[in-house]
C-alpha cells in the first residue's frame, strides 16, 4: 500500500484537476466556457505539479505515467515497482475523471456537443492519420521523458540539483511547453493512464447524448508514450 497510494492520489489529483479544465473550457453554460488552448495548457501543466508534488510529498515517487515509469525501469533495470504503479496510475486516473465528472454532472447534460463531451475525458486527434497521429505521440513522450530525467538527474559543474518535492515545478513546466508547442496535432496525451482511464469513464458514466468512446483510436494514446518513453530511456542510458 505504501507503494501504492502516493502514485494513486497524485494521479487523481492529476485527471480531476486536468479533466476538470477540459470540462471548464468545452463544456457548455461554465464559467470558462470557450476560453482556449491556453487555459487547458496551463491547467495541464498545474495539474501535472499538484499531482507530482503530492505524491512525492506522500513518499512516493511522482509516477503518474506508465510511460514514465517503464521508462524508468528500463533506465534503473529493475521492474519490481512497474505492476503496482501502472495499476495505482490507472485507478487514480478514472477515480480523477469521475471526480472531474461529477463536478460538472449539470453542464454535461447542457452539452449537445457529443464530440466535445468526450474530448473532456481523453484524446482525438485534430487530422486523422494513424501513423502521423502516433508519431507525433512518440516525439512529445520522448520530450517528457527525457526532459524529466534530466531535471531529476540534472547536474551543474558535477554537483547534482535537487528541489525535493519542488522537482515538480520544472516537470510541471515541461509539460506546459510540451502542451503549447506540440500538443497541436493529437492533444498530447503523453501517457497512457491519462488517455485510458478516463476513456474507460466515458463509457461507464451514464453522461446524457454521449457518443461512442472511440475505441478505435485508443490505442494510439497508449502505444506511442510507451515507445516514446522506451526510447527516452535507451537515449539516455547511452549518453549518461
Known amino acids: 500500500m505504501s507503494l501504492f497510494l502516493p502514485e494513486f492520489t497524485g494521479t487523481a489529483l492529476l485527471l480531476l484537476l486536468g479533466n476538470g479544465v477540459n470540462a471548464n473550457v468545452v463544456l457548455h453554460k461554465t464559467k470558462g466556457n ?29 509516477h503518474l505515467n506508465p510511460a514514465v515509469t517503464i521508462a524508468d525501469a ?29 463536478s460538472y454532472r449539470q453542464h454535461f447534460n447542457e452539452t449537445t456537443d457529443a464530440d466535445g463531451q468526450l474530448a473532456v475525458f481523453c484524446n482525438a486527434p485534430a487530422i486523422k492519420s494513424t501513423p502521423n497521429n502516433l508519431i507525433t505521440e512518440i516525439i512529445g513522450t520522448f520530450a517528457l521523458v527525457f526532459g524529466a530525467f534530466s531535471i531529476a538527474g540534472g547536474k551543474i ?26 500538443g497541436g496535432p ?55
Open 34 to 62: 470557450n476560453s482556449g488552448w491556453i487555459v487547458i495548457a496551463f491547467g495541464w501543466a498545474i495539474a501535472v505539479f499538484v499531482g507530482v508534488y503530492v505524491c512525492t510529498s506522500l513518499g512516493g515517487e511522482g
Open 74 to 102: 528500463i533506465k534503473i533495470n529493475d521492474w519490481t515497482k512497474v505492476p503496482v504503479y501502472i495499476a495505482a496510475q490507472m485507478l487514480g486516473a478514472m477515480t480523477g475523471a469521475f471526480l472531474a465528472w461529477l
Open 157 to 182: 559543474n558535477d554537483v547534482g540539483i535537487s528541489l525535493g518535492a519542488l522537482n515538480a515545478l520544472p516537470v510541471a513546466l515541461l509539460v506546459l511547453g510540451i502542451g503549447l508547442s506540440l
Open 186 to 240: 493529437t492533444g498530447y496525451a503523453i501517457n497512457p493512464a491519462r488517455d485510458l482511464g478516463p476513456r474507460i469513464m466515458h463509457f461507464i458514466l451514464p453522461i446524457k447524448n454521449k457518443r461512442d468512446s472511440n475505441w478505435g483510436y485508443s490505442w494510439i494514446p497508449v502505444a506511442g508514450p510507451i515507445i516514446g518513453g522506451v526510447i527516452a530511456a535507451l537515449v539516455f542510458r547511452i549518453i549518461q
